[in-house]
């Protein structure tokens, strides 16, 4: 169970027993340097709030796409079928990832072995073929549970999104909440990226994004693509 943040109440445990250990010894100038240091580790790892009544964004969810973590938009570009959307997260905001639609969770990929990267970094590096120390969430729109993996890939009718967590060199590796098979719900907190880094995200083409590179969002709150409603002889159809 977790607090307003991503404090557990273990730590909360851990915490109070180092305090009346430090109090016991008299070395109060540094218990009180651990109640401040607490503080602001509360306040950094705070889940963030999400504006707008959530029975909205659910219902408006269904035809668009929203941020799933707070920051700046810094690319957004066409690799081959997709569209990706780069989000630089600063170490000072909310560290939460929140799904961006409402979809279940069809393959989840840890890449833990290799190098995280500086968020500041150029925008080729985000897109170099070695993979940086990540996790891929992808997840599939509009299927109602995942029985197998033969079935999942056979349903080619329906929209996959991907979203990498990337490790910033000065942060720590991305903890997320969620499991293949799993359904997430518009705004879910699915997981964190402790001091920020950088989260890519990838749309089919059918998707017409609505932000622009510079722009600031919030996770959950701010509509970043909706989609593209195409007709075929006359009749409309999602690609």
Not at 36 to 64: K, Q
Request: proline share 4%; net charge neutral.
């Amino acid at each position: 169970m977790l607090f307003p943040n991503y404090i557990k109440k273990n730590h909360i445990i851990f915490f109070i027993i180092v305090e009346i250990l430090l109090m016991l010894s008299g070395l109060i100038l540094l218990a009180k340097f651990c109640v401040i240091g607490f503080a602001v580790a509360l306040f950094l790892f705070r889940l963030g709030e999400i504006s707008g009544p959530g029975t909205m964004i659910e219902h408006e969810g269904r035809n668009g796409i929203y941020a799933p973590v707070g920051g700046k938009i810094i690319d957004i570009s066409v690799k081959g079928q997709e569209t990706q959307v780069l989000f630089q997260m600063p170490w000072h905001l909310s560290y939460t990832v929140r799904a961006p639609i409402k979809a279940d969770v069809e393959d989840l990929k840890v890449f833990s072995k290799g190098a995280g990267i500086f968020r500041f970094s150029k925008i080729d590096d985000f897109y170099r073929e070695s993979l940086p120390a990540s996790i891929a969430i992808r997840f599939i729109v509009g299927h109602h549970g995942l029985h197998s993996a033969d079935e999942a890939s056979s349903d080619c009718h329906y929209d996959r999104l991907t979203l990498k967590l990337i490790e910033c060199v000065f942060g720590l590796f991305p903890d997320v909440w969620v499991r293949q098979g799993d359904r997430c719900h518009m705004q879910a907190a699915i997981g964190v990226i402790p001091f920020g880094g950088t989260v890519s995200l990838s749309l089919p083409l059918n998707y017409e994004i609505i932000t622009k590179v510079g722009d600031m969002v919030t996770a959950g709150s701010s509509r970043i693509a909706n989609i593209k409603q195409e007709t075929n002889n006359g009749k409309s159809f999602r690609a």
